[in-house]
């Protein structure tokens, strides 16, 4: 089966300026979500999705950061305005329901590098 | 609060040897505790996980796990390591019922020919 899709893989800014990322889950999976991933650690879990409402989003920035998944499917994570501290992969992955023994499947990731 | 600690930044084996990564938890109730590994340039890909049952798991490529309650640990093991297995390697716990996941820093593995 098709894995989870995201894009771009890389990009580079400055600092103010604006960015999405564009994710897309595996194929009838019904939760999804964003994980910030800063080198040296652990991946954190920005925001949380069940088809398109949102279950989780106590550790999202929402002064800069914004995320919606709109029909239930694709997703798109945004920053505006980035700070150099927002430079970090950016996982997007899925899982098929809420139940808490599902595994979750991770896409590839975007590298975020502000300057 | 549910957590996870990997107390090695690295860990090196020679091919063929036994290979360990430690994990320990700290969790209130029962634990569901999870394993991924990190490829260059890659997502995480799952490895196995502890819901209930047996305290040794096994997952994929070779991998196992044992928890063990009385240390508060879930090591990751595999008896004979290759040098496809460097990598970086997470523990992590379910901190919810909706399925987050707290990770652990990870952990560095190199195997060497």
């Known amino acids: 089966e098709a894995g989870v899709a995201q894009s771009p893989r890389y990009k580079i800014i400055e600092k103010r300026q604006s960015v999405a990322f564009w994710c897309n889950p595996i194929s009838g999976h019904a939760t999804l979500y964003w994980y910030q991933q800063i080198l040296g650690q652990g991946p954190k879990l920005l925001i949380q999705?069940?088809?398109?409402?949102?279950?989780?989003d106590s550790q999202l920035p929402k002064d800069r950061f914004s995320a919606e998944r709109l029909k239930g499917v694709d997703s798109t994570l945004k920053i505006q305005p980035a700070k150099l501290e927002d430079s970090a992969v950016y996982l997007c992955?899925?899982?098929?329901?809420?139940?808490?023994?599902?595994?979750?499947?991770f896409g590839p990731g975007t590298r975020l590098t502000v300057l | 609060a549910q957590s996870v600690a990997q107390p090695e930044d690295q860990v090196n084996v020679a091919e063929g040897n036994p290979l360990t990564v430690k994990c320990t938890y700290s969790v209130s109730g029962n634990p569901y505790l999870f394993w991924y590994v990190q490829y260059p340039n890659r997502g995480l890909q799952f490895l196995l996980k502890?819901?209930?049952?047996?305290?040794l798991v096994k997952g994929s490529y070779g991998f196992e796990a044992e928890f063990n309650k009385s240390q508060t640990s879930f090591h990751l093991k595999k008896p004979s390591a290759l040098v496809s297995d460097s990598a970086l390697y997470f523990c992590a716990v379910l901190t919810d019922s909706w399925g987050k996941l707290q990770f652990g820093a990870g952990t560095q593995v190199v195997v060497t020919p």
């Open positions: 999705f069940q088809n398109n409402g949102v279950v989780d």
């Open positions: 992955a899925s899982s098929l329901g809420l139940a808490s023994y599902n595994e979750q499947f």
């Open positions: 502890y819901i209930t049952g047996d305290n």
